[in-house]
């Protein structure tokens, strides 16, 4: 039962998180579309300092007017304005491209993945459910919030890194070719630009993480009081259910805390920006007086050495999030790549062609994944005859409904076997098998949707005659066709109807 525990049925795909797993699900189209947002990025990246060079041409006509006669100086400017106003369209082209396409590619990989995931989710074994999710909170999490973050990385960081990456290599580039003296001297000036953002990146992620383990713990306190909000008022449990919820959110309280102090610091260093510009200016005059650089020229490098520096710092920044992207996707790809041992979707195994109805368990042995040193079942012999009519009575824990549930083979036995009409049932296909039951649980759950949807959910491909045949057999024809919608009523609807016709 250790085994069991641990591998729960499943043969597990591990994924490291690497960078290639948050794009797994990108096909073809995809491929089209980071293309020509990649190009969008790089080139939206590259015009901020093609517009430095630029720039750090007119104003050198500016500053050197007199040098010039009024048609040459005219000619200047006009000239440089013009490529301006190309540099202008031409970034906002390579915007158009890189907002688009990595917006589309996202929303596509992301639903697709959600889809798989949910599908996944909800081919698991009953098992599965029992050992590794503790509430419907952590799923409903997994599916939005994972995807959410993936979806996030691939819209907005991916492009934001890329194009940080290229105004950090133009900028570079233009700097050197103006003025290479000023550039080398200028550089060990980005590693005080990049190193508060990189401290700042790596304390956050372990604070992030943090914060988000102890709000999932809060959300599942009230997910289960809201859930069983009856139980919490039969007992007078309001102030307990309260004071638990807040002793949960004291933790984030701190780590929030922790955390401000970190952006604080982070954001105070860009006082290191004006630093910069206090040496650029200091050297750059030096080199104006000696070596007859351009005012305009010493200007701009400066201005390029500061930006390509911050925009270093800015695309490491968004390292942390493809960290937490690839996280997300580990989680979610795990679940996607989990074969359960009792797999519905599996369309191998026998299907009879007549069921009479016969079931029989022959020295059944079980117990609960969640619980393997509780037997529920020691050598169970149970014979039901095709047709007969069988009630199990017993107190409440005595394996009642542990019986429906091997069954419909939620559960495999450790031991024996459990036969219908001579077959084991691990034989038979399980999706087949369980198409062959009808199950009316003690608290049964009503979908969102229409009553005649809701009675579909038994058999997909039926047919109205046959969705009011199972409405009749159960005696519930007679007040459906009173309703204004009939079988079209939603659900919700229906209740409240049900609620309205009562007189208290």
């Not at 699900?25 to 939206?44: E, K, P, Q, R, T």
Request: glycine fraction near 8%; hydrophobic fraction near 45%; charge should be neutral.
């Amino acid at each position: 039962m250790g085994d069991e525990k641990q591998k729960s049925g499943a043969v597990l795909k591990k994924i490291k998180g690497s960078v290639r797993s948050i794009f797994i699900y990108a096909d073809g189209v995809d491929m089209w579309l980071m293309s020509l947002g990649f190009i969008g990025a790089v080139g939206d990246g590259f015009s901020t300092p093609l517009g430095l060079l630029v720039t750090s041409k007119l104003m050198n006509n500016l500053g050197h007017s007199s040098a010039f006669t009024a048609d040459v100086f005219i000619h200047n400017i006009n000239k440089n304005s013009m490529v301006l106003l190309y540099l202008a369209c031409w970034s906002w082209i390579t915007c158009f491209l890189e907002g688009f396409c990595w917006s589309r590619t996202g929303e596509r990989q992301a639903r697709r993945m959600r889809a798989r995931y949910l599908k996944a989710i909800l081919r698991q074994d009953v098992g599965y459910f029992d050992l590794h999710v503790k509430s419907s909170v952590e799923v409903i999490t997994s599916v939005s919030n994972d995807s959410l973050i993936i979806q996030d990385v691939l819209s907005e960081k991916v492009p934001n890194f890329l194009m940080n990456v290229a105004i950090f290599f133009g900028c570079y580039m233009v700097a050197f070719i103006l003025l290479w003296r000023l550039t080398i001297v200028g550089f060990p000036f980005v590693l005080l630009l990049v190193i508060p953002g990189l401290m700042y990146g790596r304390g956050l992620i372990g604070i992030a993480r943090k914060m988000s383990e102890e709000y999932s713990k809060a959300d599942t306190i009230a997910e289960q009081a809201i859930s069983s909000i009856r139980t919490v008022y039969s007992f007078v449990g309001e102030s307990k259910c309260i004071s638990e919820f807040s002793t949960a959110l004291q933790v984030s309280v701190k780590l929030g805390l922790r955390q401000g102090l970190a952006k604080g610091l982070a954001i105070g260093s860009n006082g290191i920006v004006f630093a910069t510009w206090s040496f650029m200016s200091y050297y750059g005059s030096r080199m104006v007086m000696r070596h007859g650089a351009p005012g305009g020229t010493v200007f701009i490098v400066a201005a390029a050495i500061a930006m390509g520096g911050l925009s270093l710092g800015a695309s490491l920044a968004n390292v942390k999030y493809f960290s937490e992207a690839c996280t997300a996707a580990e989680r979610i790809m795990e679940v996607i790549n989990r074969v359960p041992k009792i797999d519905s979707d599996n369309l191998e195994g026998e299907v009879l062609e007549k069921v009479s109805g016969e079931v029989e368990f022959r020295h059944v042995e079980f117990a609960y994944p969640s619980r393997p040193d509780t037997m529920i079942f020691k050598d169970l012999c149970l014979h039901i005859p095709a047709g007969k009519t069988v009630a199990l009575v017993g107190d409440s824990g005595s394996g009642k409904s542990t019986v429906i549930a091997l069954l419909q083979r939620f559960y495999d036995p450790l031991g024996g076997q459990i036969l219908l009409d001579g077959i084991a049932i691990d034989m038979l296909q399980v999706k087949w098998l369980r198409s062959q039951m009808g199950l009316v649980s003690q608290e049964p759950s009503l979908f969102a949707t229409t009553i005649k949807e809701n009675i579909l959910f038994g058999k997909e491909d039926a047919s109205m005659e046959e969705v009011i045949q199972a409405a009749k057999a159960s005696d519930a024809h007679n007040f459906i066709s009173q309703l204004p919608q009939g079988y079209e009523t939603q659900v919700f609807s229906f209740l409240r109807l049900c609620l309205e016709s009562h007189h208290f």
